[in-house]
């Protein structure tokens, strides 16, 4: 971690995180953490097998802050002059870690959860008009749903969402102290 570009805390960018909602643009190894960055409440993008430069201009194009664990995307113009926000994120982090990383390098509170699966906000949705998508046995136990208002996909707070929250909330904690 001693070897990174001195990007970390320079002005452009956590100005870029002040100055409203930001949003994220992760590069083809962080696919984990955008999903963990739309849990805790961020749009983020990420695209298998996006080169650096599609990525870069994706980024400029959205106005999104660049997550990368690729050192050598520092050494590009745009990102070496901070024309374009960007983060470096550690080798040998587990996602979570990654997570904490990011927020307590840009200071990020915590929000309403988005899509993991595509950064969308998501609505609650009755449940009789999602009826048939919802699998017979979680419609007994469970009433709230939840739909991605961009790509349309069904959430609810299943086990596999309260895992997440577990690991979420434990985050929190930590960064309230
Ligand atoms: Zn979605």
């Not at 002005?11 to 953490?33: I, K, N, Y």
């Not at 950064?119 to 046995?137: C, N, S």
Request: net charge positive.
């Amino acid at each position: 971690m001693s070897a990174e570009p001195k990007s970390l805390g320079n002005t452009p960018l956590v100005a870029s995180v002040r100055e409203g909602e930001p949003r994220f643009a992760c590069d083809a190894m962080l696919g984990g953490l955008a999903r963990w960055l739309r849990a805790w409440g961020y749009d983020a993008v990420w695209q298998r097998d996006i080169s650096d430069w599609e990525l870069i201009r994706l980024a400029q194009r959205e106005g999104r802050i660049l997550l990368t664990s690729d050192s050598g995307i520092f050494r590009i113009g745009w990102v070496r002059d901070h024309d374009l926000p960007a983060l470096l994120i550690p080798h040998g982090l587990k996602r979570h870690q990654q997570l904490e990383y990011v927020c307590q390098q840009l200071g990020l509170p915590r929000k309403e959860p988005r899509c993991m699966r595509c950064g969308g906000a998501l609505r609650p949705v009755p449940k009789d008009e999602v009826w048939e998508r919802i699998p017979p046995k979680t419609r007994l136990w469970l009433d709230q749903y939840y739909q991605c208002q961009r790509c349309g996909q069904l959430f609810w707070e299943g086990t596999h969402w309260q895992r997440i929250e577990r690991a979420l909330n434990e985050l929190n904690a930590k960064a309230a102290h």
